[in-house]
């Protein structure tokens, strides 16, 4: 084949065109390089900045691929200079791609590298998209519910001085919210100092501070951690603790959200408020009590540097040890006091505290931490003062059971500590020196100790004993139990009522405390007809002393120091029971826990609280005013105050004059070295008081007071599964027990320490009070008593709780034209006379029923109105034997004090 028509290969720029005009170049010689075709304007912009060599050997290769891969027909090359911006097969692409990368005018590893237009564009775009993504979730996150856990806290009850913490209990942890004006300034300043300088100016980030977090992890030195204290809130509050991506995410946008929108100051609070510095103690309240036993208002600079250096890891920190080898006690308090120099110093370096003072507390060295104890501990009497105050919060406000149990209540009480330790040191001292259950495991078993003191001047309750403690398995408060008989202590009332109301003889005149009574033993009863109250068998009723000692007719000032029996029930027969039971109800006892009325009422078969009798002796000292008791003074909750804890207003019980001299009577039996209360004379100060012994000695009381604080202390025994009253006769190895024995010897160690320091104050001059009525054995005919005198009213089962002036008559012996008495076995299904009790609601029970069971003195059922119980348990009961319950034997019971 000639050589005009071999076919010639297709040059890069390909196409028959580009053959021919490789033809028509001249022979021999090289053809000109090509050149781009665009325009000068688009050549002077730079993309492509420099000419593409002509191709050899590679460039034909690729021409040859591309001209097979289009196909057999080509496009014609287009004209230079057209300026279409698509350039000649051979050339620069054409720059139309929006991101040009890797770069086309560049060659081998020059075409990875960007430009500085696509390095300055990809950061701009990435802060663009990063900012508009920040705005969007900001916008469509909401700050979310704090969780349960984090607001769960403690009630907290304090001791009357209001500072000093009882204990803290109820929530599920630990914790006690606080104001950040409850957080002292060295504290914020120490939190801030460690854990994040920029507190105060940052928007709840830092990134600065995760930097310089990370530099100094590397150089191995110490770190304020990465998290802003926003940051930490938000962890704590709002956030579980999974250390997962997502969760830190949403921890950055909550907290970009809460620094934009929260104060700085409730952040700050927030946190300090949410952590956990160790002791299972939630929160900077919590910690300053666990720790130093004071309120986080209180803290110094340098137990501020010490709680902000737990922040870092109470595990690790907490002098006490934790979990784990590298968690002993030694290495964490090395750790804690090395943090805690760390802490004073860094606040001097960021301007938080002069050098001056820094230097102050280098010199007093590691503050002293109290000896751990659990903060929610309710052992020994705690307990017992925790429920008493607790069910006056109940009573005073509509706060349940419920809301208490979720806790963040703040209770001020009434108790002092002071007081309440005499107490139990006094029980103490005298269970050691009276029982020995080892060696009279009969007769010392089972006896229990129950105690109250109120101050005279507004029924506050500043001390009690409830029994063992709860940590010793007794849960019963007896000091609150309503059950227990009070015997001759309620003889001050049949007085009272005498000398305010008067008797059917001297009405509208109060009976003197010097009238003359007959107190010899057996003496038949009578109503103020004239006519006898009926006994057993139809037989005339005889009242039982202690003794059968004739003492002829001696004044009710004598009966009362040697209490003797026989005066007082035909006193209160001439007096009524309405009267007597009204002047009870008016100094504070409560109507359920009286006995029905008959011979017996007058003796003291009713069963009020020893709260109850603390404060109602209170109003004698008080020369007749009344103060309901109260065991709270304050209840704060989210820092506001609840309304209803005001101090109760004083009531006046009876007149001035009336009071003072039941106080001259009382005077009379610790200070008559005849008077069944003379052990009190070891007081040393003008005290007031009464004993109490009930039948079959079941129960033994003293009841006095002072011009500043009255006090109860009862005692007796029961059975751990009946839970029925037994006898205390042999108990500390004597015959019989006598509220002069072993209550007036607790009640005398108690007033000794209780009223150290205090002034000694004597009660006012009793005046002569009303009509010298001497009782004659058989008294003119009268008309009909009156049905206040004699009411024949049965009560309900279940007594009325109303106001005092709504209450109903109980029912009483029998009137005088009925064939039914008191004692008359007979009479029983119509509420009579039962076993030295009654049976109120007509039910045999063995003692009486006035709306509870012989439980020893429980308080199942009954409620509470500031540590008193209105329902009964436990009775007086005789089992059998029948008498006035105020005897210690005798046919007819007997007995007095």
């Not at 504290?187 to 930097?211: L, R």
């Not at 009405?507 to 109250?533: C, F, M, Q, W």
């Not at 007149?655 to 106080?663: G, K, L, M, R, S």
Request: net charge neutral; charged share 25%; aromatic share 8%.
């Amino acid at each position: 084949m000639s050589e005009h028509r071999r076919k010639p290969s297709q040059p890069q720029d390909g196409g028959r065109a580009a053959a021919r005009r490789a033809a028509q170049q001249p022979s021999g010689r090289r053809a000109a390089p090509t050149r781009d075709t665009r325009s000068t304007t688009e050549m002077s912009s730079g993309s492509y900045g420099e000419e593409r060599p002509p191709g050899g050997r590679a460039e034909a290769r690729r021409a040859a691929q591309r001209g097979a891969s289009s196909g057999s027909r080509r496009r014609a090359a287009e004209p230079a200079g057209r300026g279409s911006g698509r350039g000649r097969r051979g050339g620069p692409p054409d720059n139309d791609r929006f991101i040009n990368y890797p770069r086309s005018d560049r060659y081998g590893w020059r075409r990875f590298v960007p430009s500085w237009k696509l390095v300055g564009g990809t950061c701009l775009g990435f802060f663009a998209i990063t900012v508009a993504g920040m705005g969007v979730a900001f916008a469509w996150v909401d700050t979310p519910k704090a969780q349960d856990m984090a607001e769960a806290q403690n009630n907290v009850f304090y001791w009357d001085d209001g500072k000093t913490q009882l204990a803290a209990t109820g929530g599920q942890r630990n914790r006690q919210t606080v104001t950040i004006s409850e957080i002292p300034q060295s504290m914020q300043d120490a939190v801030i100092a460690a854990e994040n300088e920029s507190f105060d100016d940052d928007w709840g980030v830092d990134p600065m501070g995760i930097a310089r977090a990370v530099v100094n992890m590397a150089k191995g030195g110490e770190t304020q951690g990465g998290s802003t204290i926003t940051q930490q809130f938000v962890k704590n509050t709002y956030l579980d603790q999974d250390q997962t991506m997502k969760r830190k995410f949403t921890e950055l946008i909550i907290s970009v959200k809460v620094g934009a929108t929260m104060k700085k100051p409730d952040i700050l609070a927030g946190y300090l408020n949410t952590a956990y510095f160790g002791r299972g103690a939630y929160g900077i309240q919590a910690a300053s009590q666990a720790y130093f036993g004071k309120n986080s208002k209180d803290l110094k600079e340098d137990e501020s540097a010490f709680l902000a250096a737990l922040l870092k890891g109470p595990n690790l920190y907490n002098p006490d040890g934790g979990i784990g080898d590298n968690a002993r006690p030694e290495k964490n308090r090395a750790r804690a006091e090395e943090r805690w120099e760390w802490i004073l110093d860094r606040e001097v370096e960021v301007g938080r505290m002069e050098p001056a003072e820094r230097d102050k507390w280098k010199k007093s060295g590691f503050p002293k931490l109290k000896d751990f104890d659990q903060a929610t501990g309710l052992g020994g009497q705690k307990g017992y003062l925790v429920e008493t105050a607790k069910k006056y919060v109940m009573k005073q406000t509509n706060i349940t059971p419920e809301a208490l149990e979720r806790g963040g209540y703040r209770i001020y009480t009434t108790f002092n500590k002071k007081k309440v330790d005499a107490m139990e040191k006094a029980v103490n001292k005298t269970k050691k020196e009276f029982l020995d259950a080892k060696k009279r495991p009969e007769t010392d078993k089972f006896v229990q100790f129950g105690s109250a003191s109120v101050d005279v001047n507004t029924g506050a309750i500043v001390a009690l004993y409830g029994g063992d403690g709860w940590d010793k398995k007794h849960f019963t408060n007896n000091a609150d139990t309503s059950g227990v008989p009070v015997g001759s202590t309620w003889k001050p009332y049949v007085l009272a009522a005498a000398m305010q109301d008067g008797t059917y003889k001297t009405r509208p005149t109060g009976l003197s405390p010097l009238s003359k009574y007959n107190a010899n033993d057996l003496i038949e009863i009578k109503y103020p007809s004239g006519a006898p109250v009926p006994g057993k068998n139809g037989q005339p009723f005889r009242q039982k002393n202690e003794s059968d000692k004739a003492y002829g007719y001696v004044t009710l000032r004598e009966a009362m120091e040697k209490s003797i029996n026989t005066p007082f029930v035909q006193l209160g027969f001439d007096v009524g029971h309405q009267k007597v039971a009204d002047m009870a109800t008016r100094t504070g006892i409560l109507k359920d826990t009286m006995d029905s009325f008959n011979a017996s009422f007058f003796l003291g078969t009713s069963t009020p609280s020893a709260i109850r009798m603390a404060d109602s002796y209170a109003t004698f000292a008080a020369s007749g005013k009344h103060h309901e008791p109260y065991s709270v003074k304050k209840v704060l909750l989210d820092g506001e105050e609840q309304p209803g804890f005001e101090p109760p207003k004083s009531q006046r019980a009876m007149d001035p004059e009336v009071a003072d001299n039941v106080t001259d009577v009382l005077k009379n039996v610790i200070e008559s070295d005849e008077g069944t209360g003379n052990k009190a004379q070891k007081l040393g100060r003008p005290a007031a008081g009464k004993t109490g012994t009930t039948d079959k000695n079941k129960s033994a009381w003293f009841v006095g007071y002072t011009p500043q604080l009255s006090t109860a202390v009862t005692l007796f025994r029961t059975d751990p599964e009946s839970r029925k009253l037994l006898s205390m006769n042999g108990t500390g190895g004597v015959p019989s027990i006598h509220g002069g024995d072993i209550p007036a010897e607790v009640w005398t160690n108690y007033m000794i320490d209780a009223l150290k320091g205090q002034d000694v104050e004597d009660f006012p001059v009793a005046p002569p009070l009303g009509d010298k009525a001497d009782s004659i054995g058989a008294p003119s005919p009268t008309p009909s008593p009156t049905p206040s005198q004699t009411p024949s009213q049965t009560p309900s089962a279940t007594p009325s709780t109303e106001a005092p002036s709504q209450t109903p008559s109980p029912s009483v012996s029998p009137s005088e034209t009925e064939t039914c008495n008191p004692l008359d076995w007979a009479c029983e299904d119509s509420g009579g006379n039962d076993n030295a009790g009654t049976d109120a609601g007509g039910t045999d029970t063995g003692g009486m029923d006035a709306g509870g069971t012989d439980t020893g003195g429980t308080t199942d059922g009954g409620t509470s109105d500031g540590g008193t119980t209105d329902g009964t348990t436990t009775d007086g009961s005789t089992e059998g034997k029948p008498g006035n319950g105020n005897s210690n034997g005798g046919l007819f019971g007997g007995g007095g004090g």
